[in-house]
């Protein structure tokens, strides 16, 4: 394993460590689609480095660029139901979205 | 490279952390703007392409046109949850500290053994080959799911009928 690759893993665990602290800890719906948005970019980073690394740069390329539409799809929808959301309750905040409850 | 990890990195603490959604839409573009320039350096300039225009580009204008449609709290609001949102954001730059240190001291002993960066890579014009050749799956999953995308914003935004 090279050292590039090692520090590529290093850097992308962090992000995932960032990116999963953000959804469990904060309440904003606007802000856990920015977290989930740093774990598609660390995902996109070791994918990356293992295409260098591997030097399959093609197949890392094209794995990356259909990361990105998925991305752009979650964030699409997300969106949607985020908007949704805020319409029906006034706010994006997880503790007022209680309309389900019984 | 180290200084664009770094970069990354703190680009992400300041996504998560930073108060103001508009500023943490804007980190958020930073961060892929960085992400934009390794991928560059590490040859993979279809990849950097889309990243820089759809990730830094169409997502922030996204971002920013959703944070602008909502109302922005008040000044009370903002203070009575600024104690509770700091009481629960303290960890995360120890568990980042913590983790970069565990991170260093487990590769330190393998560094003799790591080669040094610089494989041999394939032929640039391979890559758009390997794309169109041999991913037309991935295609097809694309093409399915900007088309499920789209029907996904005609249903959440379709206006209700119901006086």
Known sequence: ?????????????????????????????????????????????VMIGAGYETGQMGVAQ???????????????IATGILFGAYKNNGSLMTDKLNNLKG | MILLLAGLVISALAVVMIRDLLKAAVSLAVLSAILTVILFLLKAPLAAAFELSV????????????ISMTKLRTKEEVAKHQVERRRRFRLLPAIVVAMLCAGVALMLPHLGQMIPAGVPQVAAAADTAVFWNQRQADLLGQIVMVLAGVLGVLIFFKESDKP
Not at chain 2, 55 to 66: D, E, P, Q, R, W
């Open chain 2, 55 to 66: 990730c830094a580009g169409l997502i922030t204008v996204v971002f920013i046109s959703t």
């Open chain 1, 62 to 76: 094209s794995f990356v660029i259909t990361i990105i539409v998925l991305e752009v799809m979650l964030l699409v």
């Open chain 1, 1 to 45: 394993m090279s050292l590039l690759f090692t520090l590529f893993l290093i850097g992308a665990s962090l992000l995932i460590a960032i990116g999963l602290y953000g959804i469990v800890v904060t309440r904003n719906l606007m802000r856990i689609l920015l977290s989930v948005e740093i774990l598609t970019k660390a995902v996109t980073l």
